[in-house]
């Protein structure tokens, strides 16, 4: 099992630029999640699935879209990149049975310049 | 709204007993968890606590639980240099998706030889 996977590892973006941030899990989770991570902020959640063709926002969505049209994956868009979109973006998985352990990907640091 | 506060920062001598604190607000939590964040890496689960429980003993790991005071912490017996991370407490999010987590701002351990 390769876990949760997340490309690229880096990433560097003008202001106004778009992508995509990938993210793949091969577990067979039903939940999904998308964090940033800034100093002194902790974790804050941007989106989440509980299933194939089922979103919903978090704590800090304005600026991300997802789409889960397969168990696999969930890729998090940014549509017009901002400085204050510069950030450690951690996805996420887990079965939503029994106790709740989260499996994270490696992260993408990603710069808005 | 639900929250969970952490101390930021923590330090120790190896050897020495780590204890790191959280409170949190959400009393419908079922579990309660700790996770460990190793440099550049995403978050991994350290250990978890059932709400019905005082106490969970796991090698050179102890979750002790109060629930009056919406207390949780995590002591780490004879401390080594490779204990040095970032250390967040989380607590359930049912107002949002039986998936979300939310997490403290994490306690960055550092060990000391």
């Known amino acids: 099992n390769a876990g949760v996977t997340q490309t690229p590892k880096f990433q560097v973006l003008k202001t106004g630029q778009s992508m995509t941030l990938q993210c793949a899990q091969d577990?067979?989770?039903?939940?999904m999640s998308w964090y940033r991570q800034d100093p002194g902020m902790g974790l804050r959640l941007i989106h989440y699935?509980?299933?194939?063709?089922?979103?919903d926002q978090g704590e800090v969505p304005n600026g991300y879209n997802v789409s889960r049209s397969t168990t696999e994956d969930f890729p998090l868009r940014l549509l017009s990149a901002a400085p204050s979109q510069t950030s450690v973006y951690f996805c996420?998985?887990?079965?939503?049975?029994?106790?709740?352990?989260?499996?994270f990907g490696p992260g993408t640091r990603l710069t808005v310049l | 709204g639900e929250d969970v506060e952490q101390s930021l920062f923590l330090s120790v001598r190896e050897g020495d007993s780590s204890v790191i604190n959280c409170t949190y607000t959400?009393?419908?939590?079922?579990?309660l968890y700790w996770y460990k964040q190793e440099p550049g890496a995403g978050l991994q689960l350290l250990t978890y606590?059932?709400?019905?429980?005082d106490m969970k003993q796991d090698q050179r790991l102890t979750v002790l639980l109060n629930k009056k005071d919406k207390h949780l912490s995590l002591r780490i017996a004879d401390t080594q240099t490779g204990d040095s991370a970032i250390y967040f407490c989380?607590?359930?999010?049912?107002?949002?998706?039986?998936?979300?987590?939310?997490f403290g701002k994490g306690t960055k351990l550092s060990v000391k030889p």
């Open positions: 996420a998985s887990s079965s939503t049975q029994g106790y709740n352990e989260q499996f």
């Open positions: 577990m067979n989770h039903e939940y």
């Open positions: 699935s509980v299933g194939a063709g089922i979103t």
């Open positions: 959400d009393s419908s939590s079922t579990y």
């Open positions: 606590i059932f709400s019905n429980m």
């Open positions: 989380a607590e359930e999010n049912y107002g949002g998706s039986q998936g979300n987590l939310i």
